[in-house]
């Protein structure tokens, strides 16, 4: 069964938000077998939009929209799914009852644009919202299917998880399964990689290959279809047993639960950590906090851009920094035992490098950085070289950070 998601709304298109809706459905699909083909963002244009589902409906069986079911004017998609089905357009008298009862529980007065949200394509099945207003819906016609959840990424996937997915598969059938290897490559470029898999590339089918470029790595992710997940799963590491044996495959990848090993191993020990950070200028403070529940073992990041803040906030002394300037093993490590002392943690991770584009202070290449850790095991440094643009520099700068985080306290286990 082939699918196409639609994501509406002129934000989307001007970039004021990110597409996070069509990323996630991408994702729920695909886990449950079905064949996202298609994905289509368009903005808040009747015609445009017609334009949009008319294209979706002739190459696709299923189309899923998400966006532009509330109250304003601005909220066109049920309609332009009416119109391009050829159906009509109606009031159904049990939503409009449904939501003044809704309203009236929020204490808000039902004032006549809110009854824009109880009309739909005649003969549309309704799914209901459990955290919101909008009621999502299904239209079908000549064989063809037109889904249409709400806009906020909560509501959509309560939705999409208890009421769409669940009609999916009682209507359409077990669509098999797709799972995903990923390995990760550091230090080589995708050009590289291909030289050395060049034929397994050129001959895929099933499982596939994708070489997708991460901050400070490159991931080979490895995908097969199967009838179930047990047996895709093992199609895919077939395969990825056959790459390991010609590529240096490092432990390090975010995309394998990275920060969710390190947040449950932090919180098992019962152990703080804290950062000192020049290049990485914050990140690491902002990935060890995007988890709930950081609070109890994160206790802060001091970001030391100037050699004076490295000076006087972390005890870096002046004749390392004169000596071995403030990009070097030295002073990574004097950062780390700083911010150790500063919040009295039991781990303390630092970077200092150059993110680039340009070379460092002694002609150095862009993506060198130190990154020091200390903590009851002693002090080390790890010296790395990422590849590719400044971000790509910073962003895996700050995620190989918390996997050596992660490395020393499974070093405290032996």
């Excluded at 996630?24 to 289509?40: D, E, H, K, P, Q």
């Excluded at 395969?239 to 010609?246: C, N, P, S, T, V």
């Excluded at 500063?342 to 993110?355: E, F, P, Q, R």
């Amino acid at each position: 069964m082939i699918v196409e998601i639609i994501t509406t709304g002129t934000e989307l298109l001007l970039g004021e938000i990110s597409n996070r809706n069509a990323r996630w459905l991408a994702s729920c699909l695909n886990r449950y077998g079905f064949t996202v083909a298609y994905i289509t963002t368009v903005g808040d244009n009747p015609a445009r939009l017609r334009e949009a589902f008319r294209i979706a409906l002739n190459r696709a069986d299923l189309v899923i929209t998400s966006g532009g079911l509330g109250s304003t004017l601005g909220d066109i998609t049920k309609k332009a799914g009416a119109d391009v089905l050829k159906l009509p357009y109606v009031r159904f008298p049990e939503e409009s009852m449904r939501l003044r009862k809704y309203y009236e529980l929020l204490n808000r007065r039902f004032i006549l644009p809110l009854d824009r949200q109880s009309w739909f394509a005649s003969g549309a099945i309704l799914f209901p919202n459990e955290v919101g207003s909008a009621s999502g819906c299904i239209v079908e016609k000549n064989g063809k299917f037109l889904v249409h959840l709400p806009g906020p990424p909560y509501e959509m996937q309560v939705m999409m998880e208890k009421h769409v997915l669940p009609w999916m598969i009682q209507k359409f059938g077990d669509q098999g399964s797709i799972q995903s290897v990923i390995l990760s490559i550091e230090h080589m470029s995708e050009a590289e990689i291909e030289v050395k898999i060049g034929d397994l590339l050129k001959s895929q089918s099933n499982p596939t290959i994708a070489l997708l470029a991460r901050p400070g790595y490159i991931a080979v992710r490895i995908t097969a279809r199967e009838i179930n997940e047990s047996e895709a799963l093992q199609k895919a590491q077939n395969l990825a047993e056959i790459i390991k044996g010609r590529l240096p495959i490092s432990e390090f990848s975010p995309e394998t639960g990275m920060i969710s090993k390190l947040h449950r191993a932090l919180l098992e020990r019962k152990m703080t950590v804290s950062a000192a950070e020049s290049c990485t200028g914050g990140l690491i403070g902002k990935l060890l906090t995007d988890l709930p529940g950081s609070s109890a073992y994160f206790k802060g990041s001091a970001v030391t851009y100037w050699n004076e803040a490295k000076e006087q906030v972390l005890s870096v002394k002046s004749d390392t920094l004169d000596r071995y300037t403030a990009v070097s093993a030295e002073t990574a490590l004097e950062m780390a035992e700083g911010s150790r002392a500063l919040y009295h943690s039991d781990i303390a991770v630092s970077t200092t490098g150059y993110a680039g584009p340009g070379p460092g202070e002694r002609g150095e290449s862009p993506g060198l950085v130190y990154i020091g850790i200390s903590g009851q095991q002693g002090s080390y440094v790890h010296e790395e070289h990422f590849l590719g643009s400044r971000q790509s520099v910073r962003y895996g700068a700050a995620d190989k950070a918390l996997y050596y985080i992660l490395k020393y306290l499974q070093m405290l286990e032996k």
